[in-house]
């Protein structure tokens, strides 16, 4: 990094001491892994915002382990420690250990500098990636949904456990999806998007057009603020891509089918679909195309649901639809895909079209 940068870190930069990791773990942040050696302490000069810290051991025959991670908003000039528990191969986080000893890590953590490396930010091109992917996502969303430290889990429920079902059931992918203890995204289902106590006219309007829906929870969620729903969506999407975690793949699903159903929001708030379709477009970008095709795109979900917000698109929207424009161009080029023009008049089963290449 130039050395304006290295200074400014310097100053405003986060550490995480990360203490008593085994030798050939595999550790990583954000977009940057590494198989750590022995006199490993953790990381510095953390630019301040969000990052998703993981792990994962490695057996003696070389096998590597599930890769367990937490998601940190990391303040400015923040130290924070944890300390590697090979019981469970897993962190201790600050609550599990002695307080006065954490704050002697902290008050001397220029002791563990020469053993600490620094965020890689050369080139940068990784770290304006994952601040393009989760720019919305605050530090009080971050402790709403993930309220175990930011924890990651990969275990079922209890509660999902004792109300039996354990899984949820979408029908659209014909997959079961547990949903994994200590992750409170917010509850909602996009099938029943009318209000409690609507007429039967009520009911059949909101269920093709969801805008209702997606006001009440604005409303009552989100402060009236779409960039914080936005927020839990990157939040989701990240769950997914970083920790391969399904819960956080369900409810993007959810918000995805939610905001490309809503004509009447779409013509009262179109700023809102334009940032949505930036959020969305970059999400895609960071997909491996395999990762696309067998998973976000199977039974053409995204296929269907970007036909339906195109079409919602009204023609004095030149702004939105320039934005959606872009969007269609980017899928032609990326994964090859050719979604219909705006004024197309073909069934959603005729769309998208996978054009051969040689």
Same mark, same amino acid.
């Given at each position: 990094?130039?050395?304006?940068? #290295?200074?400014?870190?310097?100053?405003?930069?986060?550490?995480?001491?990360?203490?008593?990791? /085994?030798?050939?773990?595999?550790?990583?942040?954000?977009?940057?892994?590494?198989?750590?050696?022995?006199?490993?302490?953790?990381?510095?000069?953390?630019?301040?915002?969000?990052?998703? $810290?993981?792990?994962?051991?490695? @057996?003696?025959?070389?096998?590597?382990?599930?890769?367990?991670?937490?998601?940190?908003?990391?303040?400015?000039? !923040?130290?924070?420690?944890?300390?590697?528990?090979?019981?469970?191969?897993?962190?201790?986080?600050?609550?599990?250990?002695?307080?006065?000893?954490?704050?002697?890590?902290?008050?001397?953590?220029?002791?563990?500098?020469?053993?600490?490396?620094?965020?890689?930010?050369?080139?940068?091109?990784?770290?304006?990636?994952?601040?393009?992917?989760?720019?919305?996502?605050?530090?009080?969303?971050?402790?709403?949904?993930?309220?175990?430290?930011?924890? =990651? @889990?990969?275990? /079922?429920?209890?509660?999902?456990?004792?109300?039996?079902?354990?899984?949820?059931?979408?029908?659209?992918?014909?997959?079961? $999806?547990?949903?994994?203890?200590?992750?409170?995204?917010?509850?909602?289902?996009?099938?029943?998007?009318?209000?409690?106590? #609507?007429?039967?006219?009520?009911?059949?309007?909101?269920?093709?057009?969801?805008?209702?829906?997606?006001?009440?929870?604005?409303?009552?969620?989100?402060?009236?603020?779409? +960039?914080?729903?936005?927020?839990?969506?990157?939040?989701?999407? =990240?769950?997914?891509?970083?920790?391969?975690?399904?819960?956080?793949?369900?409810?993007?699903?959810?918000?995805?089918?939610?905001?490309?159903?809503?004509?009447?929001?779409?013509?009262?708030?179109?700023?809102?679909?334009?940032?949505?379709?930036? $959020?969305?477009?970059?999400?895609?970008?960071?997909?491996?195309?395999?990762?696309?095709?067998?998973?976000?795109?199977?039974?053409?979900?995204?296929?269907?649901?970007?036909?339906?917000?195109?079409?919602?698109?009204?023609?004095?929207?030149?702004?939105? +639809?320039?934005?959606?424009?872009?969007?269609?161009?980017?899928?032609?080029?990326?994964?090859?895909?050719?979604? /219909?023009?705006?004024?197309?008049? !073909?069934?959603?089963?005729? #769309?998208?079209?996978?054009?051969?290449?040689?």
């Amino acid at each position: 990094m130039d050395q304006e940068t #290295a200074n400014v870190l310097f100053e405003k930069g986060s550490c995480l001491l990360f203490l008593n990791a /085994p030798p050939n773990l595999e550790f990583g942040i954000d977009y940057n892994a590494w198989t750590i050696g022995p006199l490993f302490k953790g990381v510095k000069m953390i630019p301040p915002g969000l990052h998703f $810290v993981y792990f994962s051991a490695t @057996s003696k025959e070389g096998v590597q382990g599930i890769r367990t991670g937490f998601f940190h908003y990391f303040e400015s000039k !923040e130290i924070l420690v944890r300390e590697w528990n090979p019981q469970t191969e897993d962190l201790r986080d600050e609550t599990e250990l002695d307080p006065d000893q954490v704050e002697r890590y902290k008050i001397n953590i220029r002791d563990f500098d020469r053993n600490m490396g620094p965020y890689p930010l050369d080139p940068p091109i990784f770290y304006d990636r994952w601040r393009k992917l989760t720019n919305y996502i605050t530090s009080g969303l971050v402790r709403r949904v993930l309220p175990n430290n930011g924890k =990651v @889990s990969h275990l /079922p429920s209890q509660t999902m456990q004792e109300e039996d079902p354990l899984t949820v059931k979408d029908k659209r992918l014909g997959k079961s $999806v547990e949903k994994e203890e200590g992750m409170e995204f917010t509850l909602f289902d996009v099938r029943q998007s009318f209000p409690e106590g #609507a007429t039967g006219d009520e009911v059949t309007r909101w269920s093709l057009d969801k805008s209702w829906l997606a006001r009440d929870l604005l409303r009552r969620v989100y402060g009236n603020s779409h +960039k914080v729903m936005l927020g839990e969506i990157q939040l989701a999407f =990240v769950c997914l891509l970083m920790a391969q975690n399904f819960s956080g793949f369900n409810q993007w699903k959810q918000f995805v089918h939610l905001l490309c159903s809503c004509p009447d929001l779409m013509e009262s708030d179109p700023n809102l679909f334009i940032d949505f379709i930036d $959020v969305l477009q970059i999400q895609l970008d960071e997909c491996p195309e395999d990762f696309f095709r067998d998973i976000l795109s199977e039974n053409n979900f995204v296929a269907h649901m970007l036909q339906n917000l195109g079409r919602d698109i009204l023609p004095q929207q030149e702004g939105l +639809k320039a934005r959606f424009d872009k969007l269609r161009l980017f899928l032609s080029h990326r994964f090859k895909w050719d979604l /219909p023009e705006l004024d197309d008049d !073909e069934d959603d089963e005729d #769309a998208p079209v996978v054009v051969e290449m040689d």
